[in-house]
């Protein structure tokens, strides 16, 4: 039988398809912008009808409905979470659901052994001439689950972008197929203020030519690449990019062409943006995404020289330790790539690894540079692995400096409104008086 009848042998409804969930499977879905809306929102509309009980949900970045968290939904299924989002949070802290602590390069490693899928709800393109389907813009942990599963669910959408790299799997091994054209999920470019703009400018300054870049999600990465136009031949080995990336290859900045390993391609295990990223992405020999299991183990990461890690972060105390994933007790993210990127950059020769942040939260009412990390808080990279703290007062350099170093160089940078407390507490800790 070649890969055609095995296609067309396999074809059904998002209903029926979803219909060979039974109750107790685990169900991982794919990752982030790659999430199988067709699939996700079926498997919910048809929880009743096939009488699910204690399905149990894994996914990382939710950007569906995720409807299986919704109150109604409780007897059907639990959400186990390895990162929280918008949709999510709230299941987790009212106690419907759970969550597990797991750097993203190991979540492969998990699934395989022991979050077993039972189910992979995957989106994928349309099989080539030979009967490969790309995973499109997510393959990080997708790909391992679909390796690892029992059964493989898949959507395949004419709308997922063919990208290249070990991001690939043929029709023979989908079980499932329910044929959807759907706009894939976007993530649309955040307002950049003036506090973002000003951290971005601090973080460029940085920022060398030949630099190889790991980029965060959000407003402050982005308002890095803002300030990066100058520079020359910078690459990228990243967890993921967004659409600033493109314009920067378009202007000849991001070449990848310093990069020991990945040279001349932009590797990143999965993207997050808006079609014009997806676009350029499409059939690009320049672009490849592989399993996070690779891109984002730090010997991998290692390999290239001046690796530069940009993430952001909650609070960070006069230590240098940082939280980036809860307030207090309440978890509202997850440890994800940061501490696997902050480990490969600082292993890089010539690495460097920034933690970026406001100096305030609340409107300006609460400090991100505290005294004591609040109580309950996640240290997500401890004070061992800082390099670079920057708020749009400065930068502060904390690796291989002293305590009392360190804390000083953290007030110089926090808001003004606040220095006088850090002050006081590095004065009855330090036993000396402060100068900047």
């Known amino acids: 039988m070649n890969w055609r009848e095995i296609y067309a042998d396999r074809i059904c409804s998002a209903e029926e398809a979803v219909g060979k969930i039974k109750s107790g499977d ?237 040279n001349g391609k932009c590797v990143a295990t999965f993207l997050m943006g808006t079609k014009k990223l997806y676009d350029y992405a499409n059939d690009n020999p320049s672009v490849e995404l592989k399993p996070v299991d690779y891109v984002n183990d730090p010997y991998v990461i290692r390999q290239n020289d001046n690796v530069v890690s940009i993430n952001s972060c909650v609070e960070v105390d006069l230590m240098g330790q940082v939280c980036s994933e809860s307030v207090g007790l309440t978890q509202i993210s997850g440890v994800g790539g940061q501490v696997d990127f902050v480990r490969g950059a600082n292993m890089s020769k010539g690495g460097r690894t920034i933690m970026a942040m406001p100096s305030t939260a609340a409107k300006g009412t609460i400090s991100k540079i505290v005294p004591f990390l609040t109580h309950g808080a996640t240290v997500t990279t401890s004070r061992c692995d800082v390099d670079y703290v920057v708020t749009e007062h400065g930068i502060a350099q904390l690796r291989g400096n002293t305590l009392r170093e360190r804390a000083r160089q953290l007030i110089a940078i926090a808001e003004p409104a606040f220095r006088e407390g850090l002050i006081a507490e590095f004065e009855s800790r330090f036993h000396c008086a402060y100068t900047e």
């Open 26 to 262: 685990r169900v991982v879905v794919a990752h982030a912008c790659g999430e199988p809306v067709v699939l996700t929102d079926a498997m919910t509309a048809c929880a009743e009808k096939y009488g699910y009980k204690n399905v149990e949900i894994v996914h990382m970045v939710a950007m569906g409905k995720a409807g299986y968290c919704a109150p109604e939904m409780s007897e059907h299924f639990r959400h186990n979470a390895l990162f929280l989002g918008g949709s999510t949070k709230a299941a987790i802290a009212e106690g419907r659901g759970d969550f597990t602590p797991v750097f993203f390069s190991e979540v492969p490693a998990l699934l395989r052994e022991k979050l077993h899928p039972n189910v992979a709800l995957l989106q994928v393109s349309e099989p080539d001439e030979h009967g490969f389907c790309s995973y499109g813009v997510s393959c990080d942990y997708t790909k391992p689950a679909a390796e690892a599963a029992d059964l493989r669910i898949a959507q395949i959408n004419p709308k997922m972008p063919r990208i290249f790299g070990d991001n690939f799997i043929h029709v023979s091994n989908l079980d499932v197929i329910v044929e959807a054209e759907t706009d894939l999920i976007e993530l649309q470019p955040p307002k950049i203020g003036d506090v973002q703009r000003k951290i971005g400018e601090n973080i460029a300054s940085l920022v060398k030519d030949g630099d190889c870049l790991q980029l965060g999600i959000g407003a402050i990465p982005d308002a890095v690449l803002l300030f990066l136009k100058e520079k020359k031949d910078l690459g990228i080995h990243s967890e993921m990019f967004s659409d600033g990336v493109v314009e920067l290859i378009n202007a000849g900045v991001i070449t990848n062409k310093c990069k020991q390993i990945g």
